[in-house]
Nanobody, 126 residues
Framework: EVQLVESGGGLVQAGGSLRLSCATS????????IGWFRQAPGKEREGVSC????????YYADSVKGRFTISIDNAKNTVFLQMNSLKPEDTAVYYC???????????????????WGQGTQVTVSS
């Protein structure tokens, strides 16, 4: 059974940084596409950053390129999202997501994701 548990959210001022963690179990990074999505109030869930199986490709939303970095600690089965230069528009619930990798960019649509964590709130004050 795939399990994803996020942590690390919180309240931060604009310009600040946060690091989100996603503890995973039930699958291997060699076979799964994994990433981070977010959902702000009244908006659709959107892909923020993802890594394809075997770390072959990484994806970033245009709005976070140059500010966010996704990484994996394989020994700890944990995925991280380092978020720097945070902006008020980054405020959202952030979700860890995973699915078996069949070669597509699953970061493009939340509808293609198979498994979700419970989410962690990130609030950026101006």
């Amino acid at each position: 059974e795939v399990q994803l548990v996020e942590s690390g959210g919180g309240l931060v001022q604009a310009g600040g940084s946060l690091r989100l963690s996603c503890a995973t179990s039930g699958f291997t990074f060699d076979d799964y596409f994994i990433g981070w999505f977010r959902q702000a109030p009244g908006k659709e869930r959107e892909g923020v950053s993802c890594i394809s199986s075997s770390y072959s490709s990484t994806y970033y939303a245009d709005s976070v390129k140059g500010r966010f970095t996704i990484s994996i600690d394989n020994a700890k089965n944990t995925v991280f999202l380092q978020m720097n230069s945070l902006k008020p528009e980054d405020t959202a619930v952030y979700y860890c997501a995973a699915r078996p990798d069949r070669g597509a960019n699953y970061c493009a649509s939340a509808a293609d994701v198979g498994s979700w964590g419970q989410g962690t709130q990130v609030t950026v004050s101006s």
